[in-house]
């Protein structure tokens, strides 16, 4: 058993959909929490937010902190009126920022006996196998000594998370990256709301499973749920519960909202995921999240249906056609003829090879590639399906 859920005394909690016990919680907050309403960092949100962070660690949880508003705290800083738009400028009031935001954390755990630690993640460092687990295995040694890593986007060197979802997406990264039970995307919408008319109606307590559907309501097609950046909350959701971890989005400024949530309470939106239960080996999650693919395989309808509904790997006589430069072993796309993609994989043959091979049986690669060959192009052990 995973020695982070062998604490039987840990607190249990009964909201259904939530996990039994949990213990490694993700929390990420936006900027628009912690500022006051002229956009400046607002201490007393600051000091709720860390009373309740240091209340959690106290109880046993480890939590990792995710936070957004070295910008807002930098554009502060500098005196500026209001946030600039070119990206030089945000960068810089990211990196005076980042540090001002520290120190108020800072001051307001070590009241509270907490300790904490910056980390600064890109996309491209999750990204990276070595670089990967360099950050896995900090965060894990942070853990480990009780002490708080608060991450945000290295904005000095990448802007993913400026221009787009205040470091939503980071979030279900850290959270993949060291197998959280739990992502909390705080924000200051209730959660996920129906709307009609563009009115608010009501509160979405609870989805299994993120859809096209789920996604075309958030950006407010048909009838639809609130929007306030909840694209890119969905989008970071579906990468944590495909990758086993259960999300809530729920309002950072509602009283005691984390002891809330953590204790059953029906607030904000929580999305349990269960379509994906399974949690994907450590070599799969790679596979579906983390590497960059290096180009795609194309497959006819026989052989999508064949990965989506009967489990099995992709050969040669069901591809239709090849795109990209990549080499055996190189991460690909697996796509339907429309451009889906229904699935990642690593692939046993370079592209020149597939090319000679695709729509033949597999006994006939001998005679055309000569001794050397593997049944499949994709194995299933070396696939994970991403199709919804
Ligand atoms: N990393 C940025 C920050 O902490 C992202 C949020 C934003 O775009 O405001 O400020």
């Given at each position: 058993?995973?020695?982070?859920?062998?604490?039987?005394?840990?607190?249990?909690?009964?909201?259904?959909?939530?996990?039994?016990?949990?213990?490694?919680?993700?929390?990420?907050?936006?900027?628009?929490?912690?500022?006051?309403?002229?956009?400046?960092?607002?201490?007393?949100?600051?000091?709720?937010?860390?009373?309740?962070?240091?209340?959690?660690?106290?109880?046993?949880?480890?939590?990792?902190?995710?936070?957004?508003?070295?910008?807002?705290?930098?554009?502060?800083?500098?005196?500026?009126?209001?946030?600039?738009?070119?990206?030089?400028?945000?960068?810089?009031?990211?990196?005076?920022?980042?540090?001002?935001?520290?120190?108020?954390?800072?001051?307001?755990?070590?009241?509270?006996?907490?300790?904490?630690?910056?980390?600064?993640?890109?996309?491209?460092?999750?990204?990276?196998?070595?670089?990967?687990?360099?950050?896995?295995?900090?965060?894990?040694?942070?853990?480990?000594?009780?002490?708080?890593?608060?991450?945000?986007?290295?904005?000095?060197?990448?802007?993913?998370?400026?221009?787009?979802?205040?470091?939503?997406?980071?979030?279900?990264?850290?959270?993949?990256?060291?197998?959280?039970?739990?992502?909390?995307l705080?924000?200051?919408?209730?959660g996920?709301?129906?709307?009609?008319?563009?009115?608010?109606?009501?509160?979405?307590?609870?989805?299994?499973?993120?859809?096209?559907?789920?996604?075309?309501?958030?950006?407010?097609?048909?009838?639809?749920?609130?929007?306030?950046?909840?694209?890119?909350k969905?989008?970071?959701?579906?990468?944590?519960?495909?990758?086993?971890?259960?999300?809530v989005i729920a309002?950072?400024?509602?009283?005691?909202?984390?002891?809330?949530?953590?204790?059953?309470?029906?607030?904000g939106t929580?999305?349990?995921?269960?379509?994906?239960?399974?949690?994907?080996?450590?070599?799969?999650?790679?596979?579906?999240?983390?590497?960059?693919?290096?180009?795609?395989?194309?497959?006819?309808?026989?052989?999508?249906?064949?990965?989506?509904?009967?489990?099995?790997?992709?050969?040669?006589?069901?591809?239709?056609?090849?795109?990209?430069?990549?080499?055996?072993?190189?991460?690909?796309?697996?796509?339907?003829?429309?451009?889906?993609?229904?699935?990642?994989?690593?692939?046993?043959?370079?592209?020149?090879?597939?090319?000679?091979?695709?729509?033949?049986?597999?006994?006939?690669?001998?005679?055309?590639?000569?001794?050397?060959?593997?049944?499949?192009?994709?194995?299933?052990?070396?696939?994970?399906?991403?199709?919804?």
């Amino acid at each position: 058993m995973d020695q982070k859920h062998s604490n039987s005394t840990f607190p249990k909690t009964n909201r259904n959909g939530l996990p039994a016990r949990m213990k490694r919680l993700v929390i990420k907050v936006g900027s628009r929490v912690l500022v006051d309403n002229r956009g400046r960092p607002d201490p007393r949100q600051i000091t709720r937010l860390t009373d309740q962070i240091a209340d959690l660690q106290q109880r046993g949880y480890e939590v990792i902190f995710v936070s957004s508003g070295a910008i807002a705290a930098g554009v502060q800083s500098l005196g500026w009126k209001q946030r600039p738009v070119n990206l030089p400028d945000l960068q810089m009031a990211a990196a005076i920022g980042q540090g001002v935001l520290l120190n108020h954390y800072s001051e307001q755990l070590v009241r509270h006996g907490c300790r904490l630690g910056q980390v600064l993640l890109t996309h491209a460092d999750l990204n990276d196998r070595i670089r990967h687990l360099n950050a896995r295995n900090t965060i894990m040694a942070m853990l480990r000594n009780r002490i708080i890593p608060v991450v945000n986007e290295n904005d000095v060197v990448a802007v993913d998370e400026i221009r787009f979802g205040d470091n939503d997406l980071l979030a279900a990264m850290v959270a993949t990256l060291i197998d959280a039970d739990l992502l909390l995307l705080l924000t200051t919408s209730d959660g996920l709301y129906r709307t009609e008319k563009g009115k608010m109606v009501e509160r979405i307590p609870i989805l299994d499973d993120i859809t096209d559907e789920t996604l075309s309501m958030a950006q407010g097609k048909g009838s639809s749920w609130s929007s306030g950046g909840m694209g890119s909350k969905l989008q970071s959701a579906e990468r944590a519960i495909r990758a086993g971890t259960p999300v809530v989005i729920a309002n950072g400024r509602q009283e005691q909202v984390l002891r809330r949530v953590l204790d059953g309470e029906d607030i904000g939106t929580l999305i349990t995921g269960t379509a994906h239960q399974q949690k994907l080996r450590a070599r799969k999650k790679w596979i579906a999240f983390f590497h960059r693919t290096q180009g795609s395989v194309y497959v006819d309808e026989g052989a999508g249906r064949a990965i989506l509904e009967e489990g099995h790997s992709l050969l040669p006589v069901g591809v239709e056609r090849t795109e990209g430069r990549f080499r055996a072993g190189a991460l690909v796309k697996i796509r339907t003829a429309d451009g889906k993609t229904i699935a990642r994989g690593l692939t046993a043959y370079d592209r020149e090879d597939i090319e000679r091979i695709k729509g033949r049986r597999s006994v006939d690669i001998p005679f055309v590639l000569g001794e050397r060959h593997f049944v499949e192009v994709v194995h299933r052990d070396n696939m994970v399906v991403m199709a919804r």
